[in-house]
């Protein structure tokens, strides 16, 4: 599996999963963000994950507000598939209410790494982005502040040599330094 061969020692001994489980089969696109992301980089990220959908690739990424969120929510809407890596317990996952209307479970897979009961953790957070990095031929950095999750992710995938694309466009938020 790509994940155990990217992240190697740090791959998880254990996935719990919920949904479509072929999907781990799929071409994965990893997609991270500011949680309080910019408009724009909130019509970036929508725009990406459409062009995925419409290329056939599965949109990986971490289920948090903004452009996580934005991500699943278009490639769901465009009729593509998402795997949504939580950083908690499989048992705490639910679907979150905006997300209801484009989901089904045909097209999604939610997967931890963590015992079904831990509950959220920033550190959880963080050891999370190796498994999308792992699930990703490529990561998508849409808006990434100086330090904190997004930066390490991007970071990270260098580490592991995955190719990373990282957003720039005019006006740029002052949040969005670390692009």
């Known amino acids: 599996m790509r994940l155990a061969a990217i992240i190697q020692k740090n791959?998880?001994?254990?996935l719990?999963?919920?949904?479509?489980i072929n999907l781990l089969a799929s071409k994965g696109i990893g997609f991270c963000g500011l949680r309080k992301s910019s408009d724009k980089g909130l019509q970036t990220a929508r725009d990406c994950a459409g062009q995925a959908a419409a290329n056939g690739l599965t949109v990986v990424s971490g289920n948090a507000a903004g452009i996580d969120f934005k991500a699943h929510y278009a490639v769901l809407s465009a009729g593509g598939t998402t795997i949504l890596v939580i950083p908690e317990g499989i048992n705490h996952f639910g679907?979150?209410?905006?997300?209801?209307?484009?989901?089904?479970?045909?097209?999604?897979?939610?997967?931890s790494?963590?015992?079904?009961?831990?509950?959220?953790?920033?550190?959880r957070a963080m050891t999370r982005n190796l498994?999308?990095?792992g699930l990703s031929r490529a990561m998508i950095v849409i808006e990434a502040g100086e330090k904190g999750g997004t930066m390490n992710a991007g970071l990270e995938t260098l580490k592991h040599e995955t190719p990373l694309y990282v957003a720039?466009?005019?006006d740029m938020s002052v949040d969005a330094r670390g692009n």
């Open 95 to 111: 679907i979150k209410r905006k997300l209801a209307s484009v989901w089904t479970w045909q097209r999604v897979l939610v997967i």
């Open 168 to 170: 720039e466009y005019h």
């Open 11 to 14: 791959a998880p001994k254990y």
């Open 131 to 133: 498994v999308i990095i």
């Open 113 to 123: 790494q963590f015992n079904p009961d831990d509950v959220w953790r920033v550190y």
């Open 16 to 20: 719990y999963f919920q949904g479509n």
